[in-house]
């Protein structure tokens, strides 16, 4: 049994021996999928030095790869019972095949020993080893990683030489330290790209969390569920927190259904704003005593909104509607002017008047109601619109005997309103 083979051997029975003090002294399974892939790397590599691998050795090698496969996945969900468990399986793996390689090479040096030119020589070995340098040589220089191949293509020709003087003993020797050298390049190359795939993660992770800001952004001005919004900013702290690619697809997959319960529940507050906007420009519509110039202008700026929606514009969306609910408000809120008012003043006390003033009244009771269930959580609109109801009340009773002081209550009731418009937006 070569030194190589000897020591990889030692590794995995070692391992095996100290993983459940060393399984539970870290706190991420990531350790445990990057020693399996070793084992695995050292085996691949003792396979591919080895002549004539039985079914039963190729059978166990895939056994133990599945495992590995299955170590990933539970790494993944960050399941450490299950990915321990995966990689117990696979190192017992690996060592069954390293002992049934340790009893299949004596047999190879054997036959070296009668004959040179047997499958089990000397010469393909070297063939072998000199493709997979070149192998490795194309990995590198695809990759920018600089590493010096010479002490490696010296080893090979000299492999050569001593196995061309049939000196097979110095031959074996310098494949050994082959083996060893292109080991520790293949690791090289390893590290490098398990380095480029951590800044691939990381750079993936920048672009999810500015994706999951503007989400985070719109759920705030669409007025989503607070659960929404907070699921939102949780899964952006913990993407913040992640250092390793499988913690970032964990948390990316998180996202990915946060998005769609945000889209389902953006759709749904979209179509309730256009329909309440719709409803409220109908309803001014009716009205006798509104300025036809300004409810054209409403409708104009509602169809320029939904056109947005509909692009997927939400920023410039979002502006219009701002702008557009306080002109519907200031519309609603001019409906009785100061010329009315001054007109009302000026006319006798008939009933007619009288009742355009309970009328005037119960409509202001009306708005008031409405904004009430706006303002649950807003102190001070919800102390304003109780000193209004309270002013209304005053003016009932004022309509029939005293419509001056009526309508002085229903004007100040009129300016508190547009403050509460503009502050429950």
Known sequence: MNKTHFVMLFLIASLLGTISTYAYAESETESLV??????????????????????????????????????????????????????LAA????????????QVRPVAERALAQDTNTQYGIKPVIDRMEKYVDRLKGIAEKNGVEIDFQTLDELIITAKNNYNSGDLGS???????????????????????DQKKTIRAKDFAEKQIQRVDTLI???????????????LEQSRLQLIKASNSSQIVKQTRIIITLKN?????????????????????????????????????????????KILISKGNLEDAFKLFNTLNVFINDIENTKIDKNEVNSLRSESLSESKTERIKLKIQQLENELHDLAAKAEKNAAAKRWIKNSLSLLEQAKSQADDSPKDALNKISEVEKT???????LQ
């Open 34 to 87: 990057r020693l399996a892939t070793q084992a695995r790397d050292h085996i691949k590599l003792e396979l591919s030095n080895t002549e004539s691998v039985s079914n039963e050795i190729k059978k166990l090698y895939e056994q133990g790869s599945a495992e590995i496969d299955a170590l990933n996945n539970a790494a993944k969900e960050e399941n450490a019972e299950e990915a321990r468990t995966h990689f």
């Open 91 to 102: 190192m017992k793996i690996f060592k069954e095949i390293g002992q049934q390689i340790s």
């Open 171 to 193: 031959a074996e020797k310098t494949i050994g330290i082959l083996e060893s050298l292109t080991l520790d390049v293949y690791n090289v190359l390893k590290d490098n790209a």
């Open 217 to 231: 952004v719109q759920a705030k001005d669409l007025g989503l569920s607070e659960n929404i919004t907070k699921n």
């Open 261 to 305: 319960q945000f889209d389902e529940s953006k759709a749904n507050r979209i179509d309730a704003i256009i329909n309440d906007l719709e409803a409220k420009l109908d309803k001014l519509s009716t009205s006798k005593r509104i300025d036809t110039t300004k409810l054209d202008k409403a409708k104009s700026m509602l169809d320029e909104l």
């Open 417 to 423: 309103l547009k403050k509460l418009y503009r502050m």
